[in-house]
C-alpha cells in the first residue's frame, strides 16, 4: 500500500505518481478501514488511483478527507461529492467547504445510469476497496456520460464483478447484512439494471 503520512510525502508522492481521485465515500458502523497515513479512518474516506510516471500499472489506496483534501490540493482536482447511503440524496451528502466535482448525484441523470452508479458505489463500501481496473473505467464513464442509457457491456461488466463476491453474495444480500449495524441505510432499487440484464439474456443478476 501506498503509504502517504506527513505533508512532505504526499507532495514528493505527486511528483512521483500520476494520482486520481476515484470515489468519496461513507465509512458505515462495524467496518475498519486504514488510510494510507497508516491511521484508521473514522468517517468518509477517498479512494484514489496512482500510476507511476514510467509505468503503465496502476494501483489504488484509502485515505481520510484531511489527507485527502491535500493531495487534491496538490493535483488542483476539485473535491468529490460524497456517496452515503444513510442519507437521502437531497440532505446529508454534501461535503464541508470547497467545491464538489457534482453538484448533485440526481443532476440529469439516466435513471438507470445512476442505478448502475449506485452500485460501483455500494460495492466500494461493501468490499473495503478502491475500484480499479474495469470498474474504475465504467464508473468513469458513467459520470462523464450520466444523462445516456449505460451500455449492456457496462451493466454485464458490474455484475461479473459483484458475482466474484467471496460469499457468493447479490449486492442486495451485502446490503443487508450492513443493515445489522447500520439500520438506516436507504433502499436501493435496481430494477432498471436488472431489466437490462434479462433483455441481454443474462441468465443471473447479481445485482438482486
Given at each position: 500500500?501506498?503509504?502517504?503520512?506527513?505533508?512532505?510525502?504526499?507532495?514528493?508522492?505527486?511528483?512521483?505518481?500520476?494520482?486520481?481521485?476515484?470515489?468519496h465515500?461513507?465509512l458505515?458502523?462495524?467496518?475498519?478501514?486504514?488510510?494510507?497515513?497508516?491511521?484508521?479512518?473514522?468517517?468518509?474516506?477517498?479512494?484514489?488511483?496512482?500510476?507511476?510516471r514510467?509505468?503503465?500499472?496502476?494501483?489504488?489506496?484509502?485515505?481520510?478527507?484531511?489527507?485527502a483534501?491535500?493531495?487534491?490540493?496538490?493535483?488542483?482536482?476539485?473535491?468529490?461529492?460524497?456517496?452515503?447511503?444513510?442519507?437521502?440524496e437531497?440532505?446529508?451528502?454534501?461535503?464541508?467547504?470547497g467545491t464538489?466535482?457534482?453538484?448533485?448525484?440526481?443532476d440529469?441523470?439516466?435513471?438507470?445510469?445512476?442505478?448502475?452508479f449506485?452500485?460501483?458505489?455500494l460495492?466500494?463500501?461493501?468490499?473495503?476497496?478502491?475500484?480499479?481496473?474495469?470498474?474504475?473505467?465504467?464508473?468513469?464513464?458513467?459520470?462523464?456520460?450520466?444523462?445516456?442509457?449505460?451500455?449492456?457491456?457496462?451493466?454485464?461488466?458490474?455484475?461479473?464483478?459483484?458475482?466474484?463476491?467471496?460469499?457468493g453474495?447479490t449486492?442486495?444480500?451485502?446490503?443487508?447484512?450492513?443493515?445489522n449495524?447500520?439500520?438506516?441505510?436507504?433502499?436501493?432499487?435496481?430494477?432498471?439494471?436488472?431489466e437490462?440484464?434479462?433483455k441481454?439474456?443474462?441468465?443471473?443478476?447479481?445485482?438482486?
Amino acid at each position: 500500500m501506498l503509504l502517504c503520512r506527513s505533508s512532505k510525502v504526499r507532495e514528493k508522492l505527486v511528483q512521483e505518481y500520476n494520482i486520481k481521485p476515484i470515489a468519496h465515500v461513507r465509512l458505515l458502523n462495524g467496518q475498519e478501514r486504514r488510510s494510507c497515513t497508516k491511521d484508521l479512518l473514522t468517517d468518509s474516506y477517498y479512494c484514489f488511483s496512482y500510476r507511476a510516471r514510467n509505468s503503465d500499472v496502476t494501483e489504488t489506496f484509502l485515505c481520510g478527507t484531511y489527507a485527502a483534501n491535500h493531495f487534491l490540493e496538490l493535483i488542483h482536482h476539485p473535491k468529490l461529492k460524497l456517496f452515503d447511503p444513510l442519507a437521502s440524496e437531497t440532505v446529508g451528502t454534501g461535503t464541508s467547504g470547497g467545491t464538489n466535482i457534482n453538484t448533485g448525484f440526481n443532476d440529469s441523470w439516466h435513471p438507470a445510469t445512476k442505478q448502475l452508479f449506485n452500485a460501483i458505489n455500494l460495492i466500494i463500501i461493501c468490499w473495503g476497496r478502491a475500484p480499479s481496473g474495469v470498474m474504475q473505467k465504467i464508473k468513469e464513464e458513467l459520470e462523464k456520460y450520466k444523462n445516456r442509457e449505460p451500455l449492456p457491456r457496462q451493466i454485464k461488466a458490474i455484475n461479473t464483478i459483484i458475482s466474484r463476491d467471496h460469499g457468493g453474495r447479490t449486492l442486495q444480500q451485502m446490503l443487508d447484512e450492513l443493515r445489522n449495524k447500520n439500520n438506516m441505510i436507504r433502499d436501493f432499487s435496481f430494477d432498471l439494471i436488472n431489466e437490462a440484464l434479462i433483455k441481454n439474456r443474462v441468465e443471473k443478476s447479481f445485482f438482486g
